[in-house]
C-alpha cells in the first residue's frame, strides 16, 4: 500500500520523496486511516517504526490553513523530542510547499518571545507538558481552539512526574478534540489515564520486529564502583566512532563525563539538569562527531533518531528486557553494524540468561586484557590506530 493510496496528498507524498520515504511502514499504514477518521488512537510500536509521521502526515492533510489558529498541540516528555517532532513538521511544511505555520513551546527559553510569536498563530504547536501548561494558564495559547492533542512517549507524560501538566492540557482543550497517544512502551498508570482521558479509544499495534541480526552482544563482569573505569578502558579497546552510554541517575552521567573529559575522551551527558543550550549543544557535538561519546538515561534518549552509533554501553543494566531492546535498537540502524556492551556487577549476571530467554539472542562474555577486549581466549577489537 502506498502513502497515496493511504489517502495522503500529493504534495505530502513529494515532501515525503525528498527524504527517501516511498512506502509507509506497518504502524503508519495502521495509523493513517483511523487518524484521518478523527477517531482517539493509541499508536503502540517499537522505537524508529515511524510514529511520528503516522500521526503528521493526517494531521497535516486535515488543516484548515485559512483559518490563524492552533489546530493540533504536540506534547513531548523531553526537549531534545520536541525538538525532532517540530523540526520533522517544518521539513514537511517546507518540502511539500504547504504554508502550515509551527511553533516549538519548550523550557529554558524566553518566555516572551514565546508570547510574541504566539501573536503569529502557529497551526501547529510542539512543546513540553510544563511549558504548554504554563502559556495556556497565562491565555497567551488558546486551548479552545485545539482541534487535536498528541501525547508523543504517552507513558512517560502520564507517569507521576509529568501527569498533572499533562492531564491540565489535555482538559483545557475543548470536549470534541481528537486525542491521540504514541509510545513505543506501555505502563499500567499510562494505560488506567489513557482509558479515563479517552474512552473509547482504538489502540493500534504492530508486532515487534525481530531483534536486529546486525547487533552483537557482549557483557563484561566488574564491580560497581568499577564502572566507570572499566567502561573507560572499554572505550579506548573498542574506539567506537560514536557510542551511547545509558545510565539510570543524572549524577551518575556528570560523574561518569567528567571522568572521561579527563582522560582525554570526548563525551557529553544529556539530562533534565541542563538548561536548553547546553542540550542542544550536548545533541550537536554528538550528531556532528565533535564528541564520541553521549551519556544518558531512558527518559532522556526517548525517541531520538541519533544517526551512525556505532555502540551502546549499558553502564546502569536495565531490569526489563523490552528496555535492553530499545537501548540496543538505537545502533546498526539502516544496514549497518553495532555492538552493544553491558556492565554487569556479578549478582547482576541474572539478567544475561533474562535476556537471552526472553528475546532469544546470545551474550558473550568478554574481558579486558592488555588492552583489549578478549572472547573465548580470541582477540575480539582492536585498538584504532
Known amino acids: 500500500m502506498t502513502f497515496s493510496e493511504l489517502g495522503i496528498t500529493q504534495p505530502l507524498v513529494a515532501a515525503l520523496a525528498t527524504q527517501n520515504i516511498s512506502e509507509p511502514t506497518s504502524i503508519q499504514r495502521l495509523a493513517i486511516p483511523a487518524i484521518a477518521e478523527g477517531k482517539d488512537v493509541y499508536i503502540h510500536s517499537e522505537t524508529g517504526s515511524g510514529k511520528t509521521l503516522a500521526y503528521l502526515l493526517p494531521l497535516f492533510a486535515r488543516l484548515e490553513l485559512k483559518q490563524d489558529i492552533t489546530q493540533v498541540v504536540i506534547v513531548a516528555p523531553t526537549h531534545e523530542l520536541a525538538i525532532q517532532i517540530q523540526r520533522q513538521a517544518c521539513d514537511l ?169 579527563h582522560h582525554k575522551i570526548l563525551a557529553t551527558d544529556l539530562h533534565g539538569a541542563f538548561e536548553k543550550a547546553d542540550r542542544k549543544k550536548a545533541m550537536d557535538d554528538f550528531r556532528s562527531g565533535r564528541a564520541q561519546v553521549m551519556i544518558a538515561s531512558d527518559v532522556a534518549a526517548r525517541g531520538l533518531d541519533i544517526p551512525s552509533v556505532t555502540h551502546i554501553f549499558n553502564l546502569d543494566a536495565p531490569s526489563q528486557s523490552k528496555a535492553y531492546i530499545h537501548r540496543v535498537g538505537r545502533t546498526a540502524r539502516a544496514g549497518a553494524s553495532g555492538i552493544a556492551v553491558s556492565l554487569f556487577t556479578e549478582p547482576e549476571t541474572r539478567l544475561v540468561r533474562r535476556y537471552q530467554e526472553e528475546l532469544g539472542i546470545a551474550l558473550t562474555e568478554v574481558r579486558l586484557r592488555d588492552g583489549r577486549v578478549t572472547a573465548v581466549g580470541e582477540y575480539f577489537a582492536s585498538p584504532r590506530r
Open 93 to 261: 511544511a517546507q518540502n511539500s510547499g504547504m504554508p502550515v505555520r509551527t511553533l516549538l513551546l519548550i523550557g529554558g527559553t524566553s518566555l516572551e518571545r514565546q508570547v510574541e510569536k504566539l501573536k503569529k498563530k502557529p497551526h501547529v504547536a510542539v512543546g513540553s507538558p510544563g511549558r504548554i501548561r504554563e502559556l495556556i494558564e497565562m491565555g497567551k495559547l488558546k486551548a479552545h481552539t485545539f482541534k487535536v492533542v498528541v501525547l508523543d512517549e504517552a507513558d512517560v507524560l502520564l507517569d507521576r512526574e509529568s501527569l498533572e501538566a499533562t492531564r491540565k492540557i489535555v482538559l483545557a482543550a475543548p470536549r470534541d478534540r481528537q486525542l491521540l497517544f504514541a509510545s513505543a512502551t506501555e505502563g499500567q498508570l499510562s494505560s488506567e489515564e489513557v482509558s479515563l482521558l479517552a474512552p473509547n479509544h482504538v489502540v493500534l499495534q504492530t508486532e515487534p520486529a525481530p531483534l536486529n541480526p546486525n547487533i552483537e552482544h557482549l557483557f563484561i563482569v566488574c564491580e560497581e564502583r568499577d564502572k566507570p573505569d572499566v567502561l573507560r578502558r572499554m572505550l579506548h579497546a573498542m574506539g567506537p566512532e560514536r557510542a551511547l552510554v545509558f545510565v539510570h541517575r543524572n549524577v551518575t552521567a556528570e560523574t561518569v563525563a567528567s571522568k572521561l573529559a
